[in-house]
């Protein structure tokens, strides 16, 4: 039996392609697709159709590539609870989250994990998309949307709200509203999508909409900080974003949304070493404040 033929053949079937399986696997193309085609030829059986645009999976490479991924999962994890007590967070880990999350939170949290674990290296994926772990090769992803994919575990991380925040210079310019209805007339600085519709806040008991008058909308949450800071206006902003500044928040009891930060990684029974530390790592930082 060709394990090693059955491995390939599983990680060009999650892959999507034979092109994109090879860059997982580090080999070339022409060695991934021989061996998936000495395997069909063992089993006397077509597992992959390929076309020029498309890779179609039979059924019969279906029912087989369900049976053999349960099969490996087996093998790996034996061989992770073998050397688990000996295991040592080691080589390159990649982590995506989008620009804000990576510019608010991630640098800290790499830092200490790179200190702590030597024989470590990161590798950042800035991309405000939601990237294809196994495809794109990333180990973990920093994430506030649901889980569409259910191939996929998710760890929650923390907690967060949107929420209005102004400079101190601009507050002792202009006051500090004392109701929604008094936002209507600040200059305020909006995502867009806020510009062309009223703004919904919430105070957990009721609802209002606000209509927020103000000459600049930004895309970017990070630039739209940045505005706020040097006293342009009042800010729609994740509280992620301000609450390590000079920024103070405007009607503290009212936010635009709230959800939570959570990792997502490619669900396995043994998570690698190198994913468990540095989630460790971020929630131990989160526990202690920062």
Same mark, same amino acid.
């Given at each position: 039996m060709d394990l090693d033929g059955i491995a390939v053949f599983v990680k060009v079937v999650q892959a999507g392609s034979f092109s994109a399986a090879a860059r997982l696997l580090g080999i070339p193309n022409t060695t991934v697709s021989a061996k998936v085609a000495r395997l069909e030829k063992r089993l006397g059986v077509t597992l992959i159709q390929r076309t020029t645009r498309k890779l179609n999976i039979t059924p019969a490479g279906r029912a087989y590539f369900e049976r053999c991924l349960r099969g490996l999962e087996e093998i790996e994890t034996a061989e992770a609870e073998v050397s688990l007590s000996a295991a040592e967070p080691r080589g390159l880990l990649r982590v995506t989250a989008p620009g804000d999350v990576a510019m608010g939170m991630l640098p800290p949290i790499v830092s200490r994990f790179l200190k702590r674990y030597p024989?470590?290296?990161?590798?950042?994926?800035?991309?405000?998309?939601?990237?294809?772990?196994?495809?794109?090769?990333?180990?973990?992803?920093?994430?506030? =949307?649901?889980?569409?994919?259910?191939?996929?575990?998710? @760890? &929650?991380?923390? /907690?967060?709200?949107? =929420?209005?925040?102004?400079?101190?210079?601009?507050?002792? @310019? &202009?006051?500090? /509203?004392?109701?929604?209805l008094e936002l209507e007339q600040h200059d305020c600085l909006v995502f867009p999508r806020f510009s062309a519709r009223p703004l919904r806040l919430t105070d957990g008991r009721g609802r209002v909409d606000i209509g927020l008058k103000g000459r600049l909308a930004v895309d970017d949450p990070q630039t739209l900080r940045n505005f706020v800071l040097q006293g342009d206006g009042i800010g729609t902003l994740p509280d992620f974003l301000a609450r390590d500044t000079k920024l103070v928040r405007v009607l503290p009891k009212w936010t635009w949304t709230s959800g939570a930060l959570s990792f997502v990684y490619p669900g396995q029974r043994f998570v690698p070493a190198n994913v468990r530390a540095f989630i460790d790592t971020a929630l131990a930082a989160r526990n202690r404040g920062g």
């Open positions: 024989r470590t290296r990161v590798e950042i994926v800035v991309a405000n998309r939601v990237i294809d772990l196994v495809a794109e090769g990333v180990h973990l992803a920093i994430r506030a =949307a649901g889980l569409p994919d259910s191939t996929l575990a998710a @760890r &929650r991380f923390m /907690p967060f709200c949107g =929420a209005l925040w102004a400079s101190r210079a601009y507050l002792e @310019r &202009r006051g500090a /509203p004392k109701i929604p």
